[in-house]
């Protein structure tokens, strides 16, 4: 069992700036593939990045590029999401996903490749 935790959401004003973190624990793969997906209410989950285990490749859902970066600390199986001029329209509950694939060989995109979610944060974005 992989146990994926989640941290570092809270209320921030337009413009402002949130640090996420998630968490792996249990029987952790030797590598992995990891994510942050969102869904606001409402909406369907979308993507919003993703990382390779070795964190050479990153991917970006056009709507956070630039302002949102995702990394990872493999000694301390924890990734990150760096959140930057944050909008009312990310407001949303924020998921972390991780799979033991490589992360070319899935659709990094789709909720559906990925084995192992947390149980959310909440991000909230005022105006």
């Known amino acids: 069992q992989v146990q994926l935790v989640e941290s570092g959401g809270g209320l921030v004003q337009a413009g402002g700036s949130l640090r996420l973190s998630c968490a792996a624990s249990g029987r952790t793969p030797s590598t992995y593939s990891a994510a942050w997906f969102r869904q606001a209410p409402g909406k369907e989950r979308e993507f919003v990045a993703a990382?390779?285990?070795?964190?050479?490749?990153?991917y970006y859902a056009d709507s956070v590029k630039g302002r949102f970066t995702i990394s990872r600390d493999n000694a301390k199986n924890t990734v990150y999401l760096q959140m930057n001029s944050l909008k009312p329209e990310d407001t949303a509950v924020y998921y972390c996903?991780?799979?033991?694939?490589?992360?070319?060989?899935?659709?990094?995109?789709?909720?559906?490749?990925?084995?192992?979610w947390g149980q959310g944060t909440q991000v909230t974005v005022s105006s």
């Open positions: 996903a991780a799979d033991p694939r490589v992360l070319h060989t899935i659709v990094v995109n789709s909720p559906n490749a990925y084995l192992y």
């Open positions: 990382i390779s285990w070795s964190g050479g490749s990153t």
